[in-house]
């Protein structure tokens, strides 16, 4: 039995069952413009990375304004998002279980699909697992620009990976995987202008070493909502990853920016439920709706500080001037969107003060 939206369409804003993820749709559709316009005058395409919304319908949207599909990190999104008519899918990530490596075959049949290696124990399980399956999959090397996590170094074993991933019948190598996920949170544009530098140069370097060897290399992707705008302009990278930008967050926030600013579209709307303490205000939202690794969500309506969190509470300081009464609503800035939305099940859609569409988190969870 799917789960009970916390609204009706065309109910005010104040009977929203809280807490509930509320997105400003004027902000929004502007946000998915912003992008498009960005990329308009360029080869370079739009996948934006769905692990941040995990919606179909928001993944719609963005095809709707020009993206060729989307990203995502684990099978289970990709079975969702291919299930919603999503035609193009990217798994950024290594995927080595046998089970998932056939499912994804499988959904090969019916939307294109790729996904990353880095090594060749990667490429051998994908051999064995695809052995008597019609797969066509597209097979890239992600290599280590920066960010320290997976990733091939770049160095002459690129090569011989890319090699041994076109002899695996059912397998393509398209290109790479050249995301540098540290640098979308550096507050300071010209640090993130130094490390993307850095990833340029070590995935030109990369590109350079297959094509001497005879290898095309069609394919560079990679980039975030924190740094897009530079991959965008390097004249190496095709593709364009960000995932942040459609609804954004409180650490994004705290970044300056010098290209396309987005706007904070998705908040996170709680009820007082007691203030028996004095000089506090407790939320009906915790640690189950709120995640907290980028720092907890920031108040900005009435504007105040969280005192602390549990695993259904969080505590406000209360206003100076207008104390909060059991009751009020507050509005919170998400701290970081990604792990903040795979905690709910639905985004409720307000224009004008009034609920136009309930969207539901299909993805939510999906982490198989």
């Known amino acids: ?15 929203i069952e809280t807490p509930a993820l509320v997105i ?16 308009a005058s360029s080869s370079v395409r739009l996948r934006p990375h769905a692990k941040a919304h995990k919606c ?23 079975e969702v998002f291919a299930a919603a008519g999503i035609p193009d899918i990217l798994l ?17 049949q019916t939307a294109r699909i790729g996904l990353c290696v880095d090594g060749p124990e990667q490429v051998a399980r994908l051999a064995t697992a695809l052995e008597g399956m019609s797969a066509r999959l597209d097979v890239l090397v992600e290599i280590d620009v920066g960010q320290g996590r997976c990733g091939l170094p770049v160095g002459p074993q690129l090569v011989d990976l890319a090699r041994a991933i076109g002899a695996v019948p059912g397998l ?96 996170l709307h709680a009820t007082v439920i007691s203030t028996a303490v004095p000089g506090q205000a407790v939320l009906d939202v915790g640690y189950k ?31 100076e001037g207008r104390p909060l009464a059991v009751g009020d609503r507050v509005i919170l800035l998400p701290g970081h969107v990604d792990p903040t939305v795979n905690l709910h099940d639905w985004f409720v859609g307000v224009r004008e003060g009034r609920v136009e569409a309930l969207w539901p988190i299909s993805a939510r969870g999906a982490g198989l």
């Open 1 to 15: 039995m799917p789960p009970r939206p916390p609204a009706e369409i065309g109910a005010p804003l104040a009977e």
């Open 24 to 39: 400003d749709l004027d902000l929004f559709e502007r946000n998915l413009a912003t992008m498009a316009e960005a990329v």
């Open 56 to 78: 179909p319908e928001i993944a719609l949207r963005q095809m709707a304004m020009g993206a060729v599909g989307v990203c995502c990190q684990k099978v289970d999104e990709a």
């Open 92 to 108: 950024t990530n290594e995927v080595v279980d046998p089970r998932k490596l056939r499912r994804l075959a499988a959904l090969s």
């Open 172 to 267: 393509t190598f398209a290109g790479l995987q050249a995301y540098h996920g540290k640098a979308q949170h550096l507050r300071d544009p010209q640090a993130r202008r130094a490390a993307i530098g850095h990833a340029v140069e070590r995935a030109r370097i990369a590109k350079s070493m297959l094509e001497g060897a005879g290898i095309p290399c069609p394919l560079v992707t990679g980039a975030g909502t924190g740094t897009f705008a530079l991959e965008l302009t390097s004249g190496l990278y095709t593709e364009l990853q960000p995932g942040s930008y459609a609804l954004m967050d409180a650490d994004y926030a705290r970044n300056a920016f010098d290209g396309p600013v987005f706007a904070h579209a998705l908040t």
């Open 289 to 319: 709706g709120a995640a907290v690794d980028s720092g907890p969500p920031v108040p900005v309506s009435p504007s105040t500080e969280v005192l602390g969190m549990s695993d259904e509470h969080t505590l406000l300081r209360q206003p």
